[in-house]
């Protein structure tokens, strides 16, 4: 057990001291005492975790890079947005020329 830790804002887990990010999910680490931070960690919205496309790991849906592969889990979001207004535009294709 960490006798001294920081507690990740987004998924709870105790982080050694002087870690700048979590090594689960990427997200911010509290400051105070243990106490304090378990009270500011249980106060706090977090938002909903997610699986990295490239690694797997569990991470955080506000990152921009997976802490675990550094891999941009914007670009999956890019990817997808560009495949769907791709076919949008072939559809709507079809129906204007009605082929």
Known sequence: MISQSQICHLCGLRNAVGAETCRR???TL????????????QSTKRPALTACRACGQIVARNVSTCPHCGKSLRANNAAKITMML???????AILFYGC
């Open 25 to 27: 999910c990427g997200g």
């Open 30 to 41: 509290l400051s105070g005492s243990e106490a304090e931070q378990r009270a500011q960690w």
């Open 86 to 92: 791709l076919a949008l535009g072939v559809l709507g």
